[in-house]
């Protein structure tokens, strides 16, 4: 069997993975899905993603739980029985771990709270917004339809096909490129692309997407991927009508600077980049 078999056995793991986190998620129906050995194809998934089957699925549904209690109204225990935990307890203890505080405490006072107005209108707290001027680059990209919060789907077949290329290196950055206004776009058409900045050409049959060279507004967000949207209100709704600048018709970009396999959520570095005219 090829590199690439594996890779595409690989892919449709993690793509049925996120299409399905409401259901039971067992080996035996993931081997099925993987069309490979039940004795050995978790190895093979750990080898290649480098973290085990039952912690992609665990963190995928807390990271899917983190943004249903900051952007929803769901009850804390209807996130809990939706993230697969029938105990309350046991889904407050393990969210706790992964978050630092417990789900009911993390809707009131995640790092999204940091993004919120105060009562008189004002931001709580001053976050620097560096300007940078960002040169003409052309990514490798993957698109995605859907919930942006599942771009790392796209991301995995993408990385997952550059890897088997060898054009994963140190030096390869990670940046996803956001089409549509997630408040004017429902979830299911919102288009994105998960890109790649790598060293040379593109390799032929890959897309690719051109990056404008073009001033942005930079803020380096640290905390859970799902309480990104508190700090873009806050880039749209405070800073940029008092910076003396206007947005450019043109996508969001994201620069993802660790790997949220192995960083806690509370110590993931993003750059937020919001183009100017």
């Known amino acids: 069997?090829?590199?690439?078999?594996?890779?595409?056995?690989?892919?449709?793991?993690?793509?049925?993975?996120?299409?399905?986190?409401?259901?039971?998620?067992?080996?035996?129906r993931l081997a099925d899905v993987a069309a490979m050995s039940r004795w050995h194809w978790h190895r093979v998934y750990s080898a290649m993603r480098g973290e085990t089957?039952?912690?992609?699925?665990?963190?995928?549904?807390?990271?899917?739980?983190?943004?249903?209690?900051?952007?929803g109204e769901d009850s804390v225990e209807d996130v809990a029985r939706r993230s697969g935990y029938d105990n309350l307890q046991s889904f407050t203890r393990i969210f706790s771990d992964a978050y630092g505080m417990p789900p009911a405490?993390?809707?009131?006072?995640?790092?999204h709270a940091a993004f919120n107005p105060a009562h008189n209108g004002a931001p709580t707290l001053h976050y620097d917004i560096e300007v940078r001027h960002v040169p003409a680059r052309r990514l490798v990209v993957q698109p995605h339809t859907g919930s942006y919060?599942?771009?790392g789907k796209a991301f995995g077949e993408l990385f997952?096909?550059?890897?088997?290329?060898?054009?994963?290196?140190?030096?390869?950055?990670?940046i996803g490129a956001y089409l549509d206004d997630p408040s004017a776009v429902e979830e299911g058409k919102l288009r994105s692309l998960a890109g790649a900045l790598i060293e040379g050409p593109a390799p032929v049959g890959m897309e690719t997407y051109d990056v404008e060279a073009r001033d942005y507004a930079v803020l380096r967000y640290k905390g859970p991927y799902s309480d990104m949207r508190a700090a873009y209100n806050w880039m749209f709704g405070t800073w940029l009508p008092q910076s003396g600048r206007e947005a450019a018709d043109v996508p969001v970009l994201e620069e993802y600077l660790n790997n949220p396999r192995d960083t806690p959520p509370a110590e993931l570095l993003t750059d937020l980049y919001l183009p100017l005219v």
């Open 149 to 151: 919060m599942n771009i």
């Open 160 to 174: 997952g096909r550059l890897g088997m290329l060898g054009l994963v290196t140190g030096n390869s950055r990670m």
């Open 53 to 71: 089957v039952a912690a992609a699925v665990r963190r995928l549904r807390l990271q899917r739980a983190a943004a249903l209690l900051v952007n």
């Open 1 to 28: 069997m090829s590199l690439q078999s594996y890779e595409t056995r690989v892919n449709r793991v993690t793509a049925f993975i996120y299409d399905h986190l409401d259901e039971a998620l067992d080996l035996d």
């Open 105 to 111: 405490r993390y809707r009131k006072e995640g790092s």
